[in-house]
């Protein structure tokens, strides 16, 4: 069974920094692309960022690029997203995903976690 485990949520001022991890079971990790996801309340989840198998290629939406960093410790079999310069508007449910397609393609993810809670206070 594949398992994908979102930590590292919590409440923060608006300037202020997280780090969220996924640590994955169940699959063989380095096989796949993986991504962050969020909801906000009332609206649709939405891809922010994403990575290839081995950690070199990137994506990023423009609503974090410059203050969001994806990376992949395949040998952790985990995933990790620094937020840094937090806004209030960043607040939402995070969800880490994962896929067997290009990075890029993020409708295309098929597994997911539970999600943590990011919230930023002005």
């Known amino acids: 069974e594949v398992q994908l485990v979102e930590s590292g949520g919590g409440l923060v001022q608006a300037g202020g920094s997280l780090r969220l991890s996924c640590t994955a079971s169940?699959?063989?990790?380095?096989?796949?692309?993986m991504g962050w996801f969020l909801q906000a309340p009332g609206k649709e989840r939405e891809g922010i960022s994403s990575?290839?198998?081995?950690?070199?290629?990137?994506y990023y939406a423009d609503s974090v690029k410059g203050r969001f960093t994806i990376s992949r410790d395949n040998a952790k079999n985990t995933l990790y997203l620094q937020m840094n310069s937090l806004k209030p508007e960043d607040t939402a449910m995070y969800y880490c995903?994962?896929?067997?397609?290009?990075?890029?393609?993020?409708?295309?993810?098929?597994?997911w976690g539970q999600g943590t809670q990011v919230t930023v206070s002005s």
């Open positions: 995903a994962a896929g067997l397609y290009d990075f890029r393609e993020l409708t295309r993810f098929y597994y």
């Open positions: 169940g699959l063989t990790f380095d096989d796949y692309s």
């Open positions: 990575i290839n198998w081995s950690g070199d290629r990137t």
